[in-house]
């Protein structure tokens, strides 16, 4: 696993139980969904970690868009998850369940989490946690699994992006959009991205973008047949979906990959299939939260051994844009939902 004792850094000093003696915990909770003046912190009962779980002291969690659409009633927890909203924190193992290491207690983990993360305690899958080293901050830690896991799977796995590749990303400034460029940059492979004002354009640029597009002012496809002498690019990374994906079929080139992530400019789309079938294109998309544990345990391993050593060394930083308070959570979704945040929000939980 991700986990093994063995890639947690050295120095552990017991097994120690530390778990608050407190039952209860703050959280942020709604009791109806809409806009995000619905989010307040309320007094609820603290988690137990299920035989597998770690029990976390959250000090920091992210704010992702899927946060988002389920505080607006859109994207309820799965079974048997947290209805709390948060997907990523980082913190200090502070309990942990009958089947994991006793020595996990003490150490300071990011953990991608089924939900949860809004709140002073957290419970995850201990194969879902990632060690934090010295040196990284447990804010930085905070804003990099979702966007990790998720950047890893749906570009290298179900992209089969790899070096000398062309990928195009949609929405280059977000919090996915900054993890793909630094990841893809990482392992030798052009960039090209879309966003929606020059600021941005630029900001992505120095994130080491070899084009960044603002779509206000251009047409992508036409931009990106013209860098590329109509040759297109390997794999299109999309999060936007409905009419932008007929588009995105035209930047492929052949044997191209179009790999959706999210639905944000709607559901359907309109395809040629003659094209898709002459051109060998392929089709692909996947949403992460609803997955397995066993197969989140896989995709840390994966990343434990191929991406995360880029992060714990220093080469590689999550992209920060603010720290709310938590129980400024409202105040963080509204600046997400603006779409003028570059990089990643994230809830400062303990003293918040």
């Avoid at 080469?315 to 963080?332: G, I, Q, S």
Wanted: aromatic letters at 6%; hydrophobic letters at 40%; charged letters at 20%.
């Amino acid at each position: 696993m991700c986990c093994d004792n063995a890639q947690f850094r050295a120095g552990h000093t017991g097994t120690e139980t530390m778990q608050n003696s407190r039952e209860n915990m703050r959280a942020i909770h709604f009791e109806t969904p809409g806009a995000p003046d619905v989010l307040a912190i309320s007094e609820v009962q603290k988690p137990t970690p299920g035989p597998g779980d770690v029990l976390i002291e959250v000090a920091y969690a992210g704010v992702n868009r899927p946060d988002c659409i389920q505080r607006a009633g859109h994207y309820p927890a799965p079974p048997g998850a947290s209805p709390i909203l948060g997907l990523e924190v980082a913190g200090k193992v502070v309990a942990v369940g009958d089947n994991v290491p006793p020595e996990l207690v003490g150490q300071e983990v990011a953990a991608l989490t089924p939900g949860g993360g809004y709140a002073e305690f957290c419970t995850a899958p201990w194969g879902h946690c990632l060690p934090v080293p010295d040196g990284m901050s447990l804010k930085e830690a905070a804003a990099i699994p979702e966007t990790l896991f998720t950047v890893w799977h749906n570009v290298f796995e179900r992209g089969m992006a790899a070096e000398g590749d062309r990928l195009l990303i949609h929405g280059g400034t977000s919090g996915i959009g900054t993890m793909a460029i630094m990841l893809a940059k990482a392992f030798g492979i052009e960039v090209i991205v879309t966003c929606g004002d020059e600021a941005k354009c630029e900001a992505a640029r120095e994130l080491g973008a070899d084009l960044a597009i603002n779509y206000r002012d251009q047409d992508f496809v036409e931009a990106i047949k013209d860098y590329t002498g109509g040759a297109g690019v390997n794999v299109v990374l999309d999060m936007v979906s409905g009419d932008y994906v007929p588009r995105n079929l035209k930047c492929l080139a052949e044997d191209g990959r179009h790999v959706t992530i999210a639905v944000l400019g709607g559901m359907q789309a309109t395809l040629n299939m003659a094209v898709i079938m002459s051109r060998r294109l392929t089709l692909t998309g996947s949403t992460l939260r609803p997955r397995s544990d066993a197969f989140k345990t896989a995709l840390a391993d994966e990343i434990a051994q191929n991406a995360w050593p880029l992060f714990t060394s220093g080469e590689l930083k999550p992209v920060m844009d603010r720290t709310f308070p938590l129980a400024e959570a409202a105040a963080a979704h509204r600046r997400m939902e603006a779409g003028d945040h570059i990089g990643k929000i994230v809830l400062e939980v303990a003293g918040g």
